[in-house]
């Protein structure tokens, strides 16, 4: 027998995620795949460096937690191909969570309306979710 959770139950380890980073979190896009466990070093070139808003995500609903506010970069700080991302606590190195990354439409962990970077050039998050299992 599988172990389930009520909804309220996800919706709190979801806000709880949220909170564990912390206000001020640090996204950075990177270039090539993933590092395969959270505690390696970083992989691939930075091409973006972000502070999410205070309050990034919205409030659990449903058992999934998307972003909140406007999650965009006026100047991409290196050109290439977005491969993966971290999210860090507001020091910025602290690792708290990583991802795959596709084009809006893609499927990937996170999208972005575009995915080959130019440095400078703008570019905008475009969807991410984080969705509890157990249901």
Excluded: C
């Excluded at 700080?77 to 969570?97: L, M, N, W």
């Excluded at 990583?98 to 995915?115: F, K, P, R, S, Y």
């Amino acid at each position: 027998m599988t172990f389930k959770l009520a909804v309220a139950v996800r919706n709190a380890l979801l806000d709880a995620i949220e909170t564990s980073i912390g206000t001020d979190a640090v996204l950075k896009i990177r270039s090539g795949a993933a590092p395969t466990n959270i505690t390696d070093s970083d992989s691939g070139t930075v091409l973006a460096t972000l502070t999410l808003p205070a309050d990034w995500l919205a409030d659990a609903s449903g058992g999934s937690k998307a972003l909140a506010g406007t999650w965009q970069d006026l100047s991409a700080d290196a050109a290439g191909t977005a491969g993966h991302f971290r999210i860090y606590a507001s020091d910025g190195t602290t690792q708290k969570g990583q991802g795959t990354i596709t084009a809006t439409g893609g499927g990937g962990d996170m999208e972005l309306d575009n995915t080959v970077l130019a440095s400078g050039q703008e570019f905008n998050v475009t969807a991410f979710t984080l969705t509890a299992g157990n249901a």
